[in-house]
């Protein structure tokens, strides 16, 4: 590959760093090892990112945006019930399709930082507060607060588990649900989005 | 304080160290700190404590042991309710009073390496092992495994997050027990241990 233009290298660059850092830490990934796995110059993936920060914020940015997504969809729906099955359910679809990601979040301090400056951010509505909006409804008991948040970090945490890094999507998909909606007091059973 | 000798000393020691730790990061806090804050030497420091993990261990080992000596009791039980009942109830006042240090576990790499170490001990039965045992039994469900760890990571997460540190311990303990209950499907109430 002579150089890095268009979308789709954007993508593989990406993945690329994403499968690198998993595998050596976000700390232990250079730009020099991402442009000798993608076979290009240092100056290549340099153009693209200056920073390493800016190079974490691209991998999460995705996964990030489309929960803010799946957050304002549920945001939609009638009834508070609808409301936290959809956001519930697009919560852990992403999971189960970002685990190596979430797996990041979980364990490396550079990701959780990026990720939470998102995840907080001061101006208008961040998207913890909208998440837990939806989930606990707008001025939740402590009893509430307290479940969602063991209820999103519980997910968060098993999803991302390298012990289950092996499960297929569908198994991992329903077991975290189940969990998730038991905590939630939601019926046991539903059907997907 | 002329030295640092005796065992009162050294709990005072390790409460200045695991305060040191929560306000600074363990990275960002040096043994000189630690003989400042208690005006020591260095060298006094030194005299217990050659590394940085050998101190990260020391701050972290009474809290291990408290709940290895829980999960050893709560296999005594003879029920598998009351045996989940009994870890469970221990396992959440470990984190009710150990705030300061789950939440380092949380969010401190350091930290999470040098307790990972001994909750995933190769030799023998680790704690890590034995605490799901007592969960989800000794050849759990996919189901109940990834229930556990949900429960287990959740419980220690939101028990540890900075935003409920001001919560009473009563508060906080009631809390933590009912989530972990739900997801587990045990009954909700219960008396404590």
Redesign the interface.
């Known amino acids: 590959m002579a150089g890095l233009s268009g979308s789709d290298t954007r993508a593989r660059l990406l993945d690329t760093t994403l499968r690198l850092f998993s595998e050596r830490g976000v700390e232990g990934t250079s730009l020099q090892m991402i442009a000798d796995e993608l076979g290009v110059t240092k100056a290549a993936v340099y153009y693209h990112f200056k920073t390493k920060d800016e190079i974490i914020e691209a991998v999460a940015a995705p996964a990030l945006q489309e929960l803010d997504a799946v957050i304002e969809q549920a945001r939609t729906k009638r009834s508070r019930g609808a409301q936290i099955d959809h956001a519930l359910a697009g919560f852990v679809e992403i999971i189960v399709r970002q685990r190596l990601l979430v797996g990041l979040w979980n ?3 550079g990701m ?1 930082r990026v990720v939470n400056r998102t995840f907080q951010a001061p101006q208008g509505e961040d998207l913890s507060t909208k998440m837990s909006t939806v989930f606990a409804g707008p001025s939740p008991s ?2 509430d607060a ?2 969602v ?7 968060a ?2 999803g991302g ?1 390298p012990e ?1 890094a092996g ?1 297929d999507d569908e ?2 998909r329903r ?2 649900l ?3 909606r ?2 939630l ?1 939601r019926p046991r059973r539903q059907t997907f989005l």
């Open positions: 364990s490396d301090p959780r402590l009893a307290i479940s948040h063991v209820m999103l970090a519980g997910l945490m098993a588990a289950y499960i198994t991992l077991h975290l189940d969990a998730g038991r905590l007091g």
